[in-house]
Nanobody, 128 residues
Framework: QVQLVPSGGGLVQAGGSLRLPCAAS????????MSWYRQAPRKERELVAS???????SYVASVKGRFTISRDIAKNMVSLQMNSLEPEDTAVYYC??????????????????????WGKGTLVTVSS
C-alpha cells in the first residue's frame, strides 16, 4: 500500500503564503504522479496541481502563476507552495498519489492502472 501524510495548512491573510508538504511511504516506486486536490464548502473536489515522475506539472487555471508543485522522488515528498493566496483558495486540501502504466512488479503486488491513494485533508483558510 501507499500511505500519504500531509502537513502544513492553517490560517493566513489574503496575499500571504503557505506550503503544503506531503510525505509518501510504502510502495512509492509504483506511483506515477502526485497531486494536490481541494474541496471548498459546498463545492466538488477539484484538481489543483499535479507532477508526474518526469517532472511535468499541470495546474488549474485559477492557481497558475501563484502555486507551484514540486516533487522530490528520492525523499518521497511532494509539496505545494501557495503564494498570493486569495479567500477563494479556502478549502480542505488533499494529497493524492495516482498510478498509471503499472509495471509488472507493481502489478504482481496488486496495483493497477487508475489506482488512487489519498492523504487526510488539511484545512487552508484565507482571510480577507
Amino acid at each position: 500500500q501507499v500511505q500519504l501524510v500531509p502537513s502544513g495548512g492553517g490560517l493566513v491573510q489574503a496575499g500571504g503564503s503557505l506550503r503544503l508538504p506531503c510525505a509518501a511511504s510504502g510502495d512509492t516506486m509504483c506511483i506515477s504522479a502526485m497531486s494536490w486536490y481541494r474541496q471548498a464548502p459546498r463545492k466538488e473536489r477539484e484538481l489543483v496541481a499535479s507532477v508526474d515522475n518526469g517532472g511535468a506539472t499541470s495546474y488549474v487555471a485559477s492557481v497558475k502563476g501563484r502555486f507551484t508543485i514540486s516533487r522530490d522522488i528520492a525523499k518521497n515528498m511532494v509539496s505545494l507552495q501557495m503564494n498570493s493566496l486569495e479567500p477563494e483558495d479556502t478549502a480542505v486540501y488533499y494529497c493524492n498519489a495516482h498510478l498509471t502504466g503499472v509495471q509488472a512488479a507493481c502489478s504482481a503486488m496488486g496495483y493497477y492502472d487508475g489506482m488512487d491513494f489519498w492523504g487526510k485533508g488539511t484545512l487552508v483558510t484565507v482571510s480577507s
